[in-house]
Each structure stands twice: as C-alpha cells, then as structure tokens.
C-alpha cells in the first residue's frame, strides 16, 4: 500500500514538474538511503513524545535592563519552533499540548579594541545573552530545561572594526555603501540592533536543538 501510494505521488510530481520517473526514483531512493544510514534532515524529527504536537510560546520575561528584547526572542522562538513543521505553535494555552517559558537572565557586554589595515583602530563589542528556559507539558511534567544558557555575539562599532565580507553581516541590514554615510554612533547602533536579532535567533535555535532535536 504505501508503494502505491509513493508510485502515484512520483507520477503527480512527474505532470507538474516535468521532471524524468527516473530522477524523483533516484531521489526518493537517496533520501531513503540517508534515513537508514541514521541521516535527517534538520529539525525533522522530535525526541518529545508522541502525543507533544502543539506549543504555546508566552512573552518572555525580562530580567535584564535591555528593553524590547524579550520581544525578539518570543517572536524568534514562534518562529523556530513552527519552522521545520515538527510542532505547531497556538495562541491559547488551552489549545497546548506543551508549554516553553524562557527568561532572559542578562544582557552584558564587553569591548576589545581592534587595529586595521591602515593601523586606524576601532571598538569592537562581544555581546552575550543568558537565559533559561524549560518545557513542560501543560499540565505540568517537565519535559526538558537548560537554567542557563548562553550565547554571544560580536559586532563593530566603527567602519574600521566591521567585518563586510563576513556571512554575518552579509545577512544583516547595513550594506558596506551604508558605511560610508553613517558616523560611529549610528553604525555602533545599527550593529548592535542587528546583535540582538541574531543572539535571539541564535538562542532560539540552541533551544529547539536541545529540547526537540533528536542527537544522532
């Protein structure tokens, strides 16, 4: 039956794609190939049980005295944990199979002085974010819990410390043709903002990984 049932989808997908039987077969064969090996791709599985389907994600709370970002993790942990299709985030708690609560602990940063390639040098800012979080079945038992986690991100507060070949800031709002117009503080202000957004992704990743993400 359920080679039938793959038969029939292959033939679909051969009518709308135009794609060869023999180039979905072949790719069929290798995904089941992978599979058995003990190969899957990101976040498609669950170490949760089988009756965990549906998350409810509440507001962050904030310990820190950085504002605003405990809305940037919550709506980075919505996001993740819907992504991959495993589990479905609700809006009403009595809609929940499971409930994720996280608190952002600290915010804290460091600086370190950098020297460029005409020897002008610039303030570069290590920033790390804590937080602890749990899951919990909503009526209560523990599913999984990291009481302290951390992240940290780097970023440059001058044209001289900011890495533009770099994949971070390839995917981050400034351009390099940006830099030229902005003066210290602005960019100090637009990096630092796009740390933030990074660090909750970062650390919403980290806990899907850990709590749903099968090891293998």
Not at 195 to 210: C, H, K, N
């Given at each position: ?22 180039q ?16 899957t ?50 809006e ?6 499971a409930?994720?609560k ?14 460029g390639?005409?020897t002008?040098?610039g ?17 209560g ?9 951390s ?43 796009q ?16 709590a ?5």
């Open positions: 039956m359920q080679e039938e049932r793959c038969a029939g989808f292959l033939k679909k997908c051969v009518r709308s794609c135009g794609a060869t039987l023999w979905l077969s072949f790719g069929v064969l290798m995904i089941s190939a992978l599979s058995g090996c003990g190969y791709l990101k976040g498609g599985g669950s170490v949760l049980p089988q009756d965990v389907k549906r998350v409810y994600v509440p507001m962050v709370e904030n310990s820190s005295t950085e504002t605003g970002v405990a809305t940037i993790l919550t709506e980075a942990l919505r996001d993740q944990f819907e992504r991959y299709g495993v589990l479905t985030v609700v009403d708690l009595d809609e929940a199979d409930v994720l996280a608190r952002i602990l600290k915010i804290s940063e460091s600086t370190r002085t950098t020297t390639g005409n002008d040098t303030l570069q800012y290590d920033t790390s974010m804590r937080v602890q979080a749990e899951l919990r079945r909503a009526s038992p523990l599913l999984w819990r990291n009481p302290d986690l992240v940290t991100k780097t970023f440059g507060s001058s044209k001289e410390s900011v890495v533009t070949g770099s994949v971070d800031f390839a995917e981050g709002t400034l351009s390099a043709s940006d830099l030229s117009g902005l003066d210290t503080r602005e960019i100090a202000r637009g990096q630092r903002g740390s933030l957004q990074d660090l909750a992704e970062q650390v919403a990743q980290t806990i899907y990984d850990q749903v993400t099968p090891d293998f």
